[in-house]
């Protein structure tokens, strides 16, 4: 990988990646524990987990939209704690009390890429005041990256890289497909390792 020091912070983090490096780095994919959360018993357990924590990865999928002037609500919500990542289909009503308590709960961070915007949609599903919610890509940019989208992150920070697979796949369907759960997993995961790297590296102080 290059190592123009010029493009380095003083830890020796790379400030950004070109295509052809991150294209050598190895795939990562989660894991861990994954839980589509859909019954009573899966939210309790998901529920006592996530407020548990102290900081969680925070991500959304939507429905693609291919026309001009089309878009849809968020589908799809995961949380990544420390021992599972859990996946909240939104049309299951069920779902939306356990993540406002999430959201509105201050001594929980939700850690995650873009987070404004996929807050504003996830309103027009149902509502809440958000807390102690950190934009990686804003740390990553007072940190003089210039490249703050997950994937570029996770080659900077974690040197790996996030296959886009499911990305534009359909979120709304009622049957997720395995490559769908481990793709939106994966983002979440990812954005809490995030977190935990730019803790130890101090870029969380600046």
């Given at each position: 990988?290059?190592?123009?020091?010029?493009?380095?912070?003083?830890?020796?983090?790379?400030?950004?990646?070109?295509?052809?490096?991150?294209?050598?780095?190895?795939?990562?994919?989660?894991?861990?524990?994954?839980?589509?959360?859909?019954?009573?018993?899966?939210?309790?357990?998901?529920?006592?987990?996530?407020?548990?924590?102290?900081?969680?990865?925070?991500?959304?999928?939507?429905?693609?939209?291919?026309?001009?002037?089309?878009?849809?609500?968020?589908c799809?919500?995961?949380?990544?704690?420390?021992?599972?990542?859990?996946?909240?289909?939104?049309?299951?009503p069920?779902?939306?009390?356990?993540?406002?308590?999430?959201?509105?709960?201050?001594?929980?961070?939700?850690?995650?890429?873009?987070?404004?915007?996929d807050?504003?949609?996830?309103k027009?599903?149902?509502?809440?005041?958000q807390?102690?919610?950190?934009?990686?890509?804003?740390?990553?940019?007072?940190?003089?990256?210039?490249?703050t989208?997950?994937?570029?992150?996770?080659?900077?920070?974690?040197?790996?890289?996030?296959?886009?697979?499911a990305?534009?796949?359909n979120?709304a369907?009622q049957?997720?497909s395995?490559?769908?759960?481990?793709?939106?997993?994966t983002?979440?995961?990812?954005?809490r390792e995030?977190?935990?790297?730019?803790?130890?590296?101090?870029?969380?102080?600046?």
């Amino acid at each position: 990988m290059t190592t123009d020091t010029s493009f380095m912070f003083q830890n020796g983090t790379l400030r950004s990646i070109s295509r052809e490096d991150m294209a050598i780095l190895p795939i990562r994919r989660y894991e861990g524990r994954l839980s589509l959360v859909s019954t009573p018993q899966a939210f309790e357990e998901a529920c006592g987990d996530i407020l548990k924590e102290t900081v969680v990865g925070l991500d959304t999928e939507t429905r693609p939209a291919f026309a001009k002037g089309e878009s849809y609500a968020p589908c799809l919500v995961q949380v990544a704690t420390e021992h599972a990542v859990y996946l909240f289909q939104l049309r299951h009503p069920e779902s939306h009390p356990i993540l406002q308590e999430l959201l509105e709960n201050p001594q929980i961070v939700k850690s995650g890429i873009a987070l404004a915007h996929d807050l504003r949609m996830l309103k027009t599903v149902f509502t809440f005041e958000q807390r102690n919610v950190l934009d990686l890509g804003t740390v990553a940019r007072r940190s003089g990256c210039s490249q703050t989208g997950l994937r570029n992150l996770a080659g900077l920070f974690l040197d790996f890289r996030i296959p886009k697979g499911a990305r534009t796949s359909n979120w709304a369907a009622q049957n997720l497909s395995t490559q769908q759960l481990t793709y939106a997993a994966t983002d979440a995961w990812a954005c809490r390792e995030l977190f935990l790297r730019f803790e130890i590296l101090g870029l969380l102080e600046a």
